[in-house]
């Protein structure tokens, strides 16, 4: 972070949504003292107009660039897209703000209609309260005639005698024009301005501010910023406008500092959308994507996040603050151009000591503050207009609260400045002395022998030198064991705790008291920031302070030393947990803040002269934490590269174990459902077994059945539920009974084995399996149990419990805020409002189904989601766009080796290709999904499948009526053996049409009649009002009756109906359970 060099620049004027600050030319004034450069426009260009996609018209905010003197707040600004608009609020007519605003000694109060002088109403006519409302709400913009008596006389028509009445009778209100005071100014030819100085009233601004509620965690203000006023504005302007900005300049200089207060400042206009990525632990720049996706919380589950990225970022109107991008530039470029392009509505601020050079970069120089030049003359009051001593004076006062500077001392204190060339960082490290050794001694130290000021000497980063000068300066005031203290400390990246600080620095000969001590030391002398939050207090060197210190620490020796002490430190504090195992949970000795320090560990245990063992170690142990985090690419990373440094004692060892079992975790979501997935899994699990860690074992097999499952190997998948059921009655643990329970019976739900599926299933949940115990990066067990049982349901004849269970167990994922397990939810109820005929909930939810698979880069999942739209096209009777969707999902899925959609696919497929008219390919469509079916035991849908196949064979003029008839038995009698009333009652209806058509009214009415009587719910389901209406009809024509005209509602198809039956909107939605 950078030292401290802030003010408001923006406040939310309404309660409206966000929308970007208008822009003018006005906005980005030249820089006196600092220089802008970058490709392109200048801040004069009219900004991307797709950023304001999606947002209100109705409000605005602006950037102090843009207000004019005096105006310490803004209101929202006119919706009229045409010309510049205003600064102040909006007409009645547009939706203004409420809050009320100052000028002069007035206050206008838009929501009870009363402008107040001093406290004291004023008399005005509502006519001239209206006019002043709109060119408040445009102050310093001209506002034409023609726009204020639309405004004002929305619904008459009026001549411009009657404006210039009202606009007299309100300059009379106001004053204007007496003494000093001017307010509203005729431009001839054009209409109006208001002059006067408009801002919020105090309450009213901080009642905006406190409004605001974050999505993310902005680190606090660093201080108040000093000198910095124009390029503020001028930052903030080109970042409205041009939506990218790079603030550049050495280390030290307070590039950090401006991008905080920035990120503050534009809390308002984001609506608390402004996340700031902290790039300086990153130490790989392989790894510097997966960061700035882990800061957005998203959890990726691909190789290469930059997707998943652009996917969440496309449509959100966000601030992204990109922060030290120096050392990480090229995979951080490459990132922040696509951003840019791809995701209008989201602006780049990004701090780096060198430009990105990338398109749509704008690049602001950030300059040193500035000191006053020599002069003898000069006294207390004109050194403090300039802000580098401002800065120095502020610090001082900060551990001197009596201090006050001089007029004697101001020339001492300009010295100082100009001699640490105006650097914030500097100017802070001298001014923290001066409370030891004054004013004089700390000039003295200055100008003898510490190299603080080498003029001439200067490479192609001066203020880098300075610097250097400076933390050497800071280093020789050091007591000795604050040096060592220092330079150890400097191996830690990011923050760190008193425990890691003692096992670090200490030693056989120094011990933990002295490190307490020197720490404690550290921090006063303004070299280790503190920060503390809750029960938890952390410590962090300056990012320039631990470069130096390091240096410091190559130059000692004892580097490997200490690297190997910071290493061992965090493996030990990782033992090795399972993953998702309750005291993974809980554990919070490492979390995302030390993720940065296990990296830098790993780097150099696997690096030259590092020590490999150790490395494995910490890899196995780091492995859930990466996981955790869905650090997926790193974690593959380093269980790859740690499973080659094995050792042969390590070999079948739980570092091997927990290995491979990570690789496999990685692998599966990163490089799809592979061979090396398998080996990896079994792999661990046979280590598990033989050193006998049930738990592990537990674990392991639950990840080898959704393997299994996903790949369609739904045989194999039920053996290893049931392993690892017997593996949870060996462990004796109740909850992974319980999940075991629930994933023995959603697999038997698969497998056609309905009603002992919902007899475990139900059992599970009654055991109450924990709600909040996923699976690392898999599922909910008690989640995916009560979507299977929600399928279960809906199965075996009782389709309002399973819409019931199923709208819970989205609600359930929701707020568990598990990302994979919310998507099953999504996915799998879908099927279940499908089944039962609810369209427009099953749309609904199928579409926050496709935003979270997006969002998360969950490539199977939104394939998914993109085939079941081609099912519900079908539907809609777009058969010909439905089926194509359909078959490229399809390809996607097969591609990736995930087939547990295969035959739900397939059966929309083939249904849509004979309402196509192509039966033959319909049929052999059919064909080849139950040959598929039958071979891996995915029998949930086969006795739909069969009644498909039945209907194709039924419209074929050259099929006999036997062969269509005999397959539509075999699937009612499949459907009745497997317990799957809502199958049996489709083949029934079926059926009922076939012998109708052959004249056998009445058998199909008895035979459709026997399997209604059945049902006890779900009479308004879409099912059941076909089968209701057709078994009415049959039973009519039975009675020799004719076939009643049309009438509202579902309606059963005549007899020539194409074989998908057309049960209304019920249209079959083949699902699965969740994977």
Known sequence: ??????????????????????????????????????????????????????????????????????????????????????????AASSGPSTAPVDFGPFRLVAQTRLLLKDGQPVLLGSRAFDLLRVLVGNARQPVSKRELMAKVWPDVVVDEGSLRFHIAALRKALGDGEGAARYIVTLPGRGYTFVGDVRLSDAAAASQRQAVDPSYILPARLGRLLGRDAVTRAVAARLVAERFVSLIGP??????????????????????????????????????????????????????????????????????????????????????????????????????????????????????????????????????????????????????????????????????CRNLDGMPLAIELAAGRVGVYGIAETARLLDGSFPLVWRGRRTAHPRHQTLAATLDWSHALLLEPERLVLRRLAIFVGGFNLAAARAVAADDVRGGEMVLDSLAGLVA??????????????????????????????????????????????????????????????????????????????????????????????????????????????????????????????????????????????????????????????????????????????????WLNILHLRMGRYRDALAHAERCAATALQLGDPDAIAAADGLVGSNYNLLGRHAEAELLLSASLARGIPADGPVRLGFSTRNHAMISLAQTLWLRGRPDRAVSVALETIEEAVQLGHPGTHCIALLYAVAVFLWAGDLARAEEHLEQFIAQAKRHSLAPYLASGMGIRGEIAIRRGQAEAGVVALRTALGTLQRDRYQMRVTPFCCAIAEGLVSLGRPEEALATIDGAIERAESVGDLMCMPEMLRIKGGILAGRPDTAPQAAEAMLLRSIELARAKDALSWELRGAMSLARLWSRQGRHRDAAQQLAAVHGRFTEGFATADLLAARLLLDELERRAAGMSWPAPRPGPVAPPDDAPPSDGHGDDRRMQDRAPD
């Open 1 to 90: 972070m950078e030292p401290a060099s802030g003010r408001d620049v923006a406040v939310r004027t309404g309660s409206e949504a966000p929308k970007p600050w208008p822009h003018t030319t006005a906005c980005a004034p030249s820089l006196p003292g600092s220089s802008m450069d970058g490709e392109g426009a200048g801040a004069g260009d009219e900004p991307d107009l797709r950023s304001r996609r999606s947002l209100s018209s109705d409000r605005t905010v602006i950037p102090a660039a843009c207000a004019g003197p005096g105006m310490r707040h803004a209101a929202p600004g006119r919706s009229d897209a045409r010309r510049p608009r205003g600064h102040g609020m909006t």
């Open 251 to 416: 280390g030290g200089i307070g590039k950090t500092t401006l991008a905080v207060s920035l990120g503050h400042e534009f809390l308002e206009t984001f609506a608390g959308q402004v996340c700031m990525v902290d790039l300086g632990p990153v130490g790989d720049p392989g790894l510097a994507v997966g960061a700035v996706a882990s800061a957005l919380g998203i959890a990726v589950r691909t190789a290469d996040a930059s997707p998943a990225i652009i996917a969440f970022l496309r449509d959100r109107r966000l601030l992204l603050i990109l922060d030290s991008c120096e050392h990480v530039i090229d995979s951080i470029a490459v990132l922040a151009e696509q951003i840019h392009r791809q995701a209008p509505g989201t602006h780049i601020l990004a701090t780096s000591r060198e430009a990105l050079r990338v398109e749509g970069e704008r690049v602001v120089r950030l300059a040193a503050l500035d000191s006053p030049p020599e002069d003898e003359a000069l006294d207390a009051a004109r050194a403090l207009a300039f802000p580098a001593v401002q800065l120095f004076v502020e610090r001082v006062a900060a551990g001197e609260s009596a201090f006050e500077l001089s007029d004697e001392e101001a020339p001492v204190v300009a010295g100082i």
């Open 525 to 702: 002398k303004s070299l280790v920031a503190v920060r503390s939050g809750g029960a938890r207090t952390t410590y962090r060197l300056l990012d320039t302070t631990r470069a130096y210190a390091l240096e410091k620490l190559a130059a000692s020796g004892e580097w490997a030393a200490v690297a190997r002490r910071h290493a061992g430190y965090f493996r030990d504090s990782l033992p090795l947990r399972s993953h998702g195992s309750a005291e993974t949970a809980r554990a919070g000795s490492i979390d995302r803040d030390n993720i940065g320090n296990v990296r830098a560990a790993l780097a150099w245990c696997f690096g030259e002269g590092g020590d490999p063992r150790i490395g494995v170690d910490l890899a196995a142990a780091a492995a859930p934490l990466f996981l955790r985090l869905s650090l997926l690419t790193e974690c593959l990373l380093w269980t790859e590269r740690a499973l080659a440094m094995l050792e042969a004692d390590m070999r079948g060892a739980r570092q091997e174990m927990e290995l491979q079992a990570s690789l496999g975790v990685s692998l599966m979501f990163t490089n799809g459902n592979g061979e090396r997935v398998f080996a990896a899994f079994e792999s661990s699990a046979a280590i598990a077994e033989r050193i006998g860690d049930l738990e592990r074992q537990h674990r392991l097999l639950v």
